[in-house]
């Protein structure tokens, strides 16, 4: 069974969720034109969340690129007094780089965090197509009722 109570928590400068894959993707069939209503909403959100979670990305992507370079000219110059300094020396000392382990911590968890949200909106995605066929089938049953027919027949016709 998957386990929809997961909690999920993404953060993307001062936006964020809380909560679980449940509280997101979970259809109550009781309050189905509420479920309606909200579903755009909700799914803006998270498509949102997810494009600024693209720019972060990008950003902490360009700020790794502009560190990296920066060590780089910093370790050629620090290790030039050796007597043989190869690429692969100037590349291991900037790969040692406690900043540079730091910003590629945070880019990792941007990434996974850009990752979960592109998920969500596949999940919204597939809510909303699930709710246009609850919606046929309610109004099937609906119709079915109003004609005098058993819904329970129609249900079996269908499937």
Do not use: C, W
Request: aromatic fraction near 6%.
């Amino acid at each position: 069974m998957i386990e929809l109570n997961m909690k999920v928590n993404v953060s993307v400068g001062d936006k964020e969720y809380n909560g679980t894959i449940r509280d997101v993707l979970l259809i109550n069939e009781a309050v189905l034109p509420d479920e309606f209503i909200h579903q755009p909403s909700t799914y803006a959100y998270f498509a949102a969340l997810s494009e600024f979670a693209v720019a972060d990305v990008e950003q902490k992507k360009l700020a790794f690129s502009v560190m990296e370079a920066n060590l780089d000219s910093q370790k050629r110059v620090d290790l030039k007094d050796q007597a043989k300094v190869t690429e692969a020396v100037i590349r291991s000392a900037i790969i040692k780089d406690q900043k540079y382990q730091l910003l590629s911590e945070e880019l990792i968890e941007a990434q996974r965090q850009l990752g979960i949200l592109k998920a969500l909106v596949r999940a919204l995605d597939q809510r909303a197509t699930m709710l246009v066929q609850l919606g046929s089938f309610k109004r099937q049953e609906m119709y079915a009722m109003d004609m005098g027919i058993d819904t329970q027949k129609v249900r079996e016709h269908n499937q």
